[in-house]
């Protein structure tokens, strides 16, 4: 069983993997020149705006390290914020690599690996994927009121598509707390499961026991008020780190509010967080023309976006992967 949910999972990555291909191929016959102009406008970033980048997107994983660090602290076995600052880059390598379909359970085993329980571990994952959505949904409705009461043109112009988008958010956000605090509505929500998958009895057996999972990891770290305002914290500013880069680039032409730049940047990723697509493919770069390119030169708005991707996924994948090869060497 184990060995066909594996084949499953690589088929699933490479279908990803070809769609996005794809859709890239497409994307460059028809938007040749623009990301042309992108790559053309990249070329003359200055230095100290790609040191900035860089020095964000470290802040990044020393947060999250430190987020991963805090939160083992509940548990029997601590681990090192370097530990944690690894097992953040660890992940990072197979986000990309399998487009999000591997990150959690290399999370799982990284830190099983250090002397965490995988019950612990797993734990741990799901409660920082809640507490970081919890965090961008926070910025991004944030942003949203902001640049609508600062009169930014595009957030008027598309408002019923950025409040359909922050009330499905919100719906997220507010889902999943039912799930991780209140043990009847996670039985609830397990009973509808099975009644839909009553066909796949398999199938739903695998979810009602991750809901349930989540819902006993969950019950634990909200259960201390003060921790989990406290991870809330660091990871909104966490976040910050990752939504400075566009309006970073932004500066090297433009005279822009960098603040409100970034949290509007905030609020394009929670849009982009409520469309299906892998790791955002193809959704954040929609969402972020479409608001964007009214406010800067198309040019611009193409290497912002292209650098944003670079940073935010390439950069820690490429990093990540010297912690991989790292782990494999030590295994073998």
């Not at 184990?2 to 191929?25: C, D």
């Not at 681990?79 to 591997?102: E, M, Q, R, V």
């Not at 970081?132 to 926070?138: D, E, G, L, M, V």
């Amino acid at each position: 069983m184990a060995e066909t949910e594996k084949k499953k999972s690589n088929l699933g990555t490479i279908i990803k993997w070809i769609i996005i291909v794809i859709g890239l191929v497409v994307l460059f016959v028809f938007k040749k020149e623009d990301m042309l102009a992108g790559i053309s406008e990249i070329k003359g970033i200055p230095w100290y705006i790609t040191c900035l980048c860089l020095l964000s997107i470290l802040c990044y994983f020393v947060l999250e390290g430190f987020i991963i660090m805090k939160m083992t602290t509940l548990g029997e076995n601590k681990i090192s914020w370097f530990t944690g600052f690894k097992c953040a880059l660890y992940c990072a390598f197979f986000k990309l690599a399998t487009l999000g379909t591997a990150s959690g359970v290399a999370e799982i085993y990284y830190l099983s690996k250090n002397g965490v329980t995988v019950g612990e571990a797993s734990g741990i994952g799901v409660v920082q994927y809640t507490f970081q959505k919890i965090s961008i949904t926070f910025l991004g409705v944030f942003g949203f009121i902001l640049a609508y009461l600062s009169g930014i043109k595009t957030m008027s112009k598309y408002s019923t598509f950025l409040l359909t988008g922050t009330i499905i958010a919100l719906g997220i956000v507010i889902a999943l707390y039912l799930i991780s605090t209140l043990k009847r509505f996670a039985e609830l929500l397990c009973k509808i499961i099975n009644k839909v998958l009553k066909k796949f009895p398999e199938k739903a057996k695998s979810i009602e026991e991750q809901i349930m999972g989540f819902n006993s990891a969950g019950k634990e770290f909200w259960s201390n008020p003060l921790f989990a305002l406290k991870i809330l914290s660091i990871n909104v500013i966490k976040m910050l780190f990752w939504y400075v880069i566009p309006p970073l680039v932004f500066i090297s032409t433009e005279v822009i509010n960098i603040p409100l730049y970034t949290l509007i940047m905030a609020t394009v990723n929670m849009l982009a967080g409520v469309m299906v697509a892998p790791v955002g493919a193809g959704t954040l770069e929609y969402t972020f023309t479409l608001i964007f390119s009214p406010l800067v030169k198309d040019s611009l708005c193409t290497a912002a976006i292209i650098l944003y991707r670079f940073f935010t996924m390439v950069i820690p994948c490429l990093v990540g992967a010297f912690f991989v090869i790292l782990d494999r060497k030590t295994r073998d």
